[in-house]
């Protein structure tokens, strides 16, 4: 359906801001009418919202499509054995929305699809002949998220495509990964957003085969470091530090005990010795999955604890607390170091190599040691790279430095392997009739929050401003006053006329004032509005652009053509 008129739909528009919307996209799509809640993070699309929706949808589909990928429909409820077989059902913890039928026997609503896509290809596909294979669908998923927050950007019950790929090679995967990267590009891209793709985490998987999408806004929960000159991006938890720290050339002098007093803090003691903070070394304890480790970093440096988990391939890397720390080394927190420490293994950022005459902790309340130098005063069993990047450091690419930005992760694509393959047992036979665990490629989109992440991009102090391709109409048509018979019968033939012409079409047919009426249009932000007012009885008509606020008078006569120029711009 290309058209729609207001006095027979539903947009509830509203003048207050909602008191517990924090966010523009949050309070925007409540006030023009487009969303309702109805249970925390759980929402109701109204007509415009579901307008939208489907044509981001529609983009999705297009550009998988094109990609290779073939749609089908899976349940969202999931019986527990297929997440018992992955192993899923243990480990995920409250986010998985559990319940039990009249029988009881367990089920899920579906956070996710791998389970159910693996036991149906297992089932279907025997041979290499069938491989690669990649199926998509788009669907309701929930997850009982903790916070949900922010409307439609963490829901509990929300819109996703999730697509699933199927492979007899490690290459075959890389190339479907690669096309499913540019599918991905094209409909953020559609959908005229300002993303950038970013190496993400793959824990044990290493690096490269990852990447999120970002919206860059400031209300993102991600920070990605980006490099000012190259099209570089990383999520911060991933981005390698590359600097080659320089030793400077002072003698090492003697050590020193030295009474700190009551000062603890990094900051504070390099006030008051004053020091450097470059020149301090920060050891921090973390429990790495079941043992101790003492990480050490500069003093203007933080730990990464992704950086941490990763050098030792475990599944946990935490800080221990302060009460756990005093009983694991026998200090407070604000006087641990690393000399004479040998219960614990020392690890350090490679910068902390290039201290000379530094100061740490003393392992003794009150005190510290000054004139320390590693190598000298305490051993480490490994130096690497364990802190996060920070602005001005060199891009990893070698090509400029690195700038930090929110995002809102819309999309992710990732190389699973074989981890459900193994787990349930999805095999294939290859050309030698041998039996082999299919290689397998996740990709996500949120398309609900994408539609947020639009609403959080496009708006200005008077509502939303859709870019066309994806607003819920093209023309917004609005007879000023209902009670002028030229008006309304011009309306309703302009109105009639752009649906001919395939455009689509809302017609405020309302008998309320113009204020309320133009309001309205500015927060629904639809891409052109046309209003026919006094000049009607001659034939003319305004046409305003949303975005920039523009106008003109035209005849109806020249309406098409100006009409396909504009939007042909937008
Ligand atoms: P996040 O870190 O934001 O929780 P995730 O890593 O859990 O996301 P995935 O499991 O990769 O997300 O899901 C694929 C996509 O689904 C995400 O890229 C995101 O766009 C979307 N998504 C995930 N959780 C939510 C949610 N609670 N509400 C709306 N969209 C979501
Ligand atoms: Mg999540």
């Known amino acids: ?286 429990k790495v999955d079941e043992s101790y480790v003492l990480v050490l970093v500069r003093g203007d440096h933080e730990v990464n604890d992704i950086k941490l988990k990763n050098l030792f391939e475990a599944s946990t890397a935490d800080l221990v607390d302060a009460e756990e720390t005093k009983k694991i080394l026998g200090v407070s927190v604000g006087s641990i170091g690393p000399i004479h420490v040998n219960n614990v293994e020392i690890v350090a950022d490679f910068a902390v190599e290039a201290i000379t005459n530094g100061v740490c902790g003393a392992n003794e309340e009150h005190f510290h040691y000054i004139n320390v130098n590693p190598g000298r005063d305490f051993k480490v069993a490994r130096y690497a790279d364990l802190r996060f990047i920070q602005e001005g450091d060199p891009s990893p690419d070698g090509q400029g430095k690195i700038l930090f930005a929110k995002g809102i992760e819309v999309g992710h694509v990732f190389k699973l392997g074989t981890r459900y393959s193994e787990a349930m047992n999805a095999v294939y036979l290859d050309e030698n009739g041998k039996s082999q665990p299919m290689i397998m490629g996740c990709y996500g989109i949120g398309v609900s929050r994408t539609l947020a992440a639009v609403a959080e991009q496009f708006n200005d102090e008077k509502g939303l401003v859709w870019p066309a391709n994806i607003a819920p109409f093209h023309v917004h048509v609005i007879a000023v006053n209902m009670k002028d018979e030229a008006q309304t019968s011009l309306a309703e033939e302009i109105y009639t006329e752009l649906q001919r012409n395939r455009y689509e079409v809302l017609l405020d047919d309302r008998h309320e004032r113009p204020g309320v009426k133009f309001a309205d249009a500015d927060l629904i932000g639809i891409p052109v509005r046309v209003t026919v007012g006094k000049k009607a009885s001659e034939g003319i008509v305004e046409v305003k652009v949303r975005k920039t606020g523009e106008m003109q008078e035209i005849h109806k006569d020249d309406l098409l053509p100006a009409l396909a120029d504009i939007l042909k711009n937008l």
């Open 1 to 286: 359906m290309y058209d729609m008129k207001q006095s027979m739909t539903l947009i509830p528009t509203l003048r207050e801001v909602p008191a517990d919307a924090e966010i523009k996209s949050h309070q925007l799509l409540l006030r023009a009418g487009f969303i309702r809640q109805n249970a925390s993070g759980v929402y109701s699309y109204l007509p415009l919202g579901r307008k939208v929706l489907q044509k981001i949808e529609e983009i999705i589909r297009e550009e998988m499509d094109n990609a290779g990928a073939v749609e089908l429909l899976m349940p969202a409820l999931q019986q527990a054995e297929l997440w018992q077989e992955s192993g899923r059902w243990y480990t995920y913890g409250p986010e998985l929305m559990r319940l039990k039928d009249r029988h009881e026997r367990e089920f899920a609503l579906g956070a996710t699809h791998e389970e159910v896509i693996t036991s149906l290809v297992r089932d279907e596909v025997k041979s290499y002949k069938r491989l690669p294979l990649t199926l998509y669908q788009i669907q309701t998923k929930f997850r009982d998220e903790k916070r949900p927050r922010f409307g439609l950007l963490r829901g509990r019950e929300f819109v996703m495509k999730d697509a699933y790929s199927f492979h007899s090679s490690k290459e075959s995967l890389d190339e479907v990964y690669e096309k499913i990267f540019q599918a991905y590009s094209n409909i953020f891209r559609r959908c005229g957003l300002n993303f950038r793709a970013v190496i993400a985490d793959s824990g044990a998987m290493g690096g490269k085969d990852t990447h999120e999408f970002m919206v860059l806004s400031d209300v993102g929960e991600d920070t990605i470091a980006y490099s000012d000159t190259s099209d570089y991006a990383a999520n911060i938890e991933m981005a390698p530090v590359v600097v080659k720290y320089e030793k400077d050339n002072e003698p090492m002098k003697e050590l020193e005990k030295v009474k700190t007093e009551n000062q603890k803090t990094i900051e504070e003691v390099s006030a008051y010795l004053n020091v450097d903070k470059k020149k301090c070394i920060k050891s921090l304890l973390f």
